[in-house]
């Protein structure tokens, strides 16, 4: 029994493993060496020796992101791609920055959840969850209010208030991907069939054909 019991054990530490996002690190840090031709999943690790503070630093969050964009709104990602010291360590954040009226269009993070803060203005925020109910579940943040996305839900923020806004986030996961709807579903290369797309979203052909030369 307490070898059954152990095994147990073992299976759902795989499984909670296989579900969780990152993987936990093995060592103290992998800083990520960009140079490598290892391929790994994550980052092959720089060698100890050589890291420096550098390594796990990064300048610029203060300056807002360039929202003239047809969606008024611009993600500054401060994942393993800009702080190598990040690699293996299952984290990272976002600054968000919105023009009036802008949005941060529906997307899914396959790898992160994510939790967001708002620094200026006021965003609506929401996420839908899955089939069958895909209910909204949505709220109008002020500046200080936190919101969470759980992890692969699509989720959207809009600039609800009179100026710009702004808002920082965590993920969890040091390559958290982005999957924005709108651009996979009628921007793919090459593109879906557009009956294929008529069919699920019940429009007529012409306008997803119209849809999709906009993407
Ligand atoms: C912001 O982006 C727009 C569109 O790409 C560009 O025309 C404009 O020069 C950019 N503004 C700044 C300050 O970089």
Known sequence: MANTGRLLGLLSLSFYAALASDNSPLQDFC???PTSQVLVNGIACK??????????FFSGLHMAGNTSNAVGSKV?????????????LGVSMVRIDYAPMGINPPHTHP??????????????????TSNPDNRLISKVLQKGDVF?????????????GNGNAVAIAGLSSQNP???TIA?????????ISSDIIAKAFQLD????VSIQSIF
């Open 31 to 33: 800083v990520a060496d």
């Open 183 to 191: 651009n996979a579903v009628f921007g793919s290369k090459p593109k």
């Open 148 to 160: 969470v996305f759980p992890i692969n839900l699509i989720h959207f923020q809009r600039n609800v």
């Open 111 to 128: 790898r992160a959840t994510e939790i967001l803060t708002v620094l200026e203005g006021s965003l609506e925020v929401g996420f839908v």
């Open 177 to 179: 991907g982005v999957n």
């Open 205 to 208: 052909e012409n306008i997803v």
């Open 47 to 56: 060698n100890p020796i050589m890291v420096q503070a550098n390594d796990f």
């Open 76 to 88: 500054t990602p401060v994942s393993a791609a800009q702080i190598p010291g990040l690699n293996t």
